[in-house]
């Protein structure tokens, strides 16, 4: 993926969506309660990519991926996934076209041993992947078959959360903060794993702090700074964009 995308901040607004986008973002607004959040964000993804959102704490990276997923109540703009307009689609309806959504609180039930968790969400479309096919993508959750969510340790849990998902069918995958609190060596097996899904034909919008670990797996990035996109660059820019990137990030 070698499109240049450092025209800069003043023009990122302007760089037109290509005609093959699977995901296309234009002048998306959101709000919680009187709070307006998202002030604009215009960007698009292509199938099969792993696109980042880098930004700092509070830039509204979550709020854009709940604004694509319909769990925000109050947004306009637009917002195109698959030919279809989801500005308006409720988050049931925009499960059923193959979106899916990991939050960074992973969302893992207590009560549930871990196969419970897997069973829970229903399969909306098919291609789900099957449990053998998660127990060869994880192997940690066959031996933790029958553990409740309690008693899992975190880099456990967000595979687990990350497993459910993929049980779906859904072939659009965003991945909120996967990486945080984690052992090096669990970062690790995650980025292999969105490594091999992506090799597989999964498309994957990923908010990250870390982007060490984004530029391990991603092919493009995007800044978000106070709701909206600032900057943007390719994986194969990311060394010439360093300086930029400390500065944006405050690392």
Not at 94 to 121: H, K, T
Not at 189 to 213: M, P, S, Y
Not at 232 to 245: P, T
Request: hydrophobic letters at 40%.
């Amino acid at each position: 993926m070698a499109e240049t995308m450092t025209a800069g901040p003043a023009s990122m607004a302007a760089v037109p969506a290509p005609g093959d986008a699977l995901l296309t973002i234009e002048n998306l607004q959101a709000w919680y309660g009187e709070s307006h959040i998202l002030h604009g964000m215009d960007f698009h993804v292509r199938p099969g990519e792993v696109v980042t959102l880098l930004g700092r704490n509070g830039a509204g990276k979550t709020t854009t991926l709940k604004s694509i997923m319909g769990i925000i109540g109050k947004r306009t703009g637009s917002i195109r996934f698959d030919n279809h307009d989801i500005s308006r689609t409720s988050s049931d309806k925009i499960a059923r076209l193959g979106v899916a959504f990991c939050p960074e609180e992973r969302g893992i039930f207590a009560s549930l041993d871990v196969r419970e968790n897997l069973m829970l969400p229903p399969q909306v479309r098919p291609g789900g992947l099957s449990l053998e096919q998660i127990f060869e993508l994880f192997p940690n959750l066959k031996e933790r078959l029958r553990s409740q969510g309690t008693k899992l340790s975190g880099g456990e849990q967000q595979m687990l959360a990350i497993a459910r998902i993929l049980r779906t069918g859904a072939r659009f995958l965003m991945l909120d903060e996967p990486t945080e609190g984690l052992a090096p060596v669990i970062i690790q097996q995650i980025g292999h794993t969105i490594a091999r899904l992506k090799n597989e034909g999964f498309t994957i919008l990923l908010v990250e702090q870390n982007f060490r670990f984004a530029a391990t797996v991603a092919d493009r990035y995007y800044i978000v700074e106070h709701g909206k996109i600032i900057d943007g660059f390719a994986n194969s820019e990311l060394e010439a964009n360093m300086d930029k990137l400390h500065t944006y990030l405050g690392v």
